[in-house]
């Protein structure tokens, strides 16, 4: 009996550690849902950082990014409005394979859930990625909102 109680509590353990959590979208998007964001790039953050989020608007119409060792990628380049009232080009990058073909019009209203980036040159000071159920530990379950439809619409775990 308590050999078969101490399989139970490890295992249970062991899922809870790899538990992905749901993270809500958020009702209308304002400079605070940016504010995780606005902190990283002003702390200099270089390194991927997991669960972040940005809300704002599609600055053109999404582009495709062909090819690669992760295949084909949608870009969607957003106007970020920040904390402290700047507004800051971001890009939303979402993975074909893993997330469907997301693509968004200008002047799109988008929220994304995911891992951030911090690119070293190009007009992007930063961008969200990762944004499908999560794929390793210390991730949540990220997603990517165009105009109200959220894609992944659900996540297994």
Avoid at 107 to 132: E, L, M, R, T, W
Wanted: hydrophobic share 35%; aromatic share 8%.
């Amino acid at each position: 009996m308590t050999r078969a109680l101490l399989f139970l509590l490890v295992i249970g353990s062991f899922t809870t550690a790899y538990a992905q959590r749901n993270v809500p979208v958020p009702s209308r998007c304002t400079p605070q849902v940016n504010q995780k964001l606005y902190d990283l790039l002003n702390s200099g953050q270089h390194g991927s950082v997991d669960n972040v989020m940005v809300c704002g608007i599609t600055l053109s119409s999404s582009r495709t990014q062909r090819g690669g060792p992760h295949g084909s990628h949608q870009i969607l380049p957003l106007r970020v409005t920040m904390p402290d009232g700047n507004v800051r080009p971001i890009e939303v990058v979402t993975n074909d394979d893993l997330d469907g073909v997301v693509t968004a019009p200008v002047n799109a209203s988008v929220f994304a859930y995911g891992q951030a980036f911090f690119p070293s040159g190009g007009k992007f000071p930063a961008g969200i990625h990762d944004v499908h159920c999560s794929t390793h530990r210390g991730a949540d379950n990220g997603w990517v909102v165009v105009d109200g439809v959220k894609h992944p619409a659900s996540c297994r775990y």
